[in-house]
Antibody, heavy 123, light 108 residues
Framework: EVQLVESGGDLVQPGGSLRLSCAASGFTFSAYAMSWVRQAPGKGLEWVSG????????YYTDSVKGRFTISRDNSKSTLYLHIDGLRAEDTAVYYC????????????????WGQGTLVTVSS | QSVLTQPPSASGTPGQRVTISCSGS????????VYWYQQLPGTAPKLLIYRNDQRPSGVPDRFSGSKSGTSASLAISGLRSEDEADYYC??????????FGTGTRVTV
């Protein structure tokens, strides 16, 4: 059974940093691309970033480029999202999601989702 | 980056058929697959339809997807109370980003 468990969400001041983690189990982690999707309170879904199975190729939505860094440790079956320069508009539940292929450009969608971790940016 | 446009709400009575539209452009829906996600209240999204019209195992055949040109649709037939949820379409855009629809809340 595929399981994705996010952690690391917290209340952070504007300009602060945070690292989110997603522990994966139930599948061969290194064989699949992984992604982060966020949802601001009461709002819709927004894709944030994706990373290929080997961790060598990454993609970001424009609004987070230069501030967010997606990475993975395949030896620990863990996905990360490092966030710098947090802004109020980054307040959201951040979901980790498993993609169906190794490469993002081979057909990209979100097969399985974690339960999410809440990031709140406020002074 | 653009978004995919959906109606904010849709409703029906039990047993009815409801259709949700998703409008995009030639750089996303026009050239790539469309996916649909269901988000029940207070829960994480769940994959409902993949590659325009395919259902993952466990998704009832009451749910069906279609695509034509730069638009797509999700149909729910035999509407049930447990179908009350937010529904999102999604598609890859050739600008190397994933787009989600604006979301549609279905009320039964």
């Amino acid at each position: 059974e595929v399981q994705l468990v996010e952690s690391g969400g917290d209340l952070v001041q504007p300009g602060g940093s945070l690292r989110l983690s997603c522990a994966a189990s139930g599948f061969t982690f290194s064989a699949y691309a992984m992604s982060w999707v966020r949802q601001a309170p009461g709002k819709g879904l927004e894709w944030v970033s994706g990373i290929r199975g080997g961790g060598d190729i990454t993609y970001y939505t424009d609004s987070v480029k230069g501030r967010f860094t997606i990475s993975r440790d395949n030896s620990k079956s863990t996905l990360y999202l490092h966030i710098d320069g947090l802004r109020a508009e980054d307040t959201a539940v951040y979901y980790c999601a498993k993609n169906p292929n190794y490469d993002i450009l081979s057909g990209y969608y979100f097969e399985y989702w974690g339960q999410g971790t809440l990031v709140t940016v406020s002074s | 980056q653009s978004v995919l446009t959906q109606p904010p709400s849709a409703s029906g009575t039990p047993g009815q058929r409801v259709t949700i539209s998703c409008s995009g452009s030639s750089s996303n829906i026009g050239t790539n697959y469309v996916y649909w996600y269901q988000q029940l209240p207070g829960t994480a999204p769940k994959l409902l339809i993949y590659r325009n019209d395919q259902r993952p195992s466990g998704v009832p055949d009451r749910f069906s997807g279609s695509k034509s040109g730069t638009s797509a649709s999700l149909a729910i037939s035999g509407l049930r109370s447990e179908d009350e949820a937010d529904y999102y379409c999604a598609a890859w855009d050739d600008s190397l980003s994933e787009l989600f629809g604006t979301g549609t809340r279905v009320t039964v």
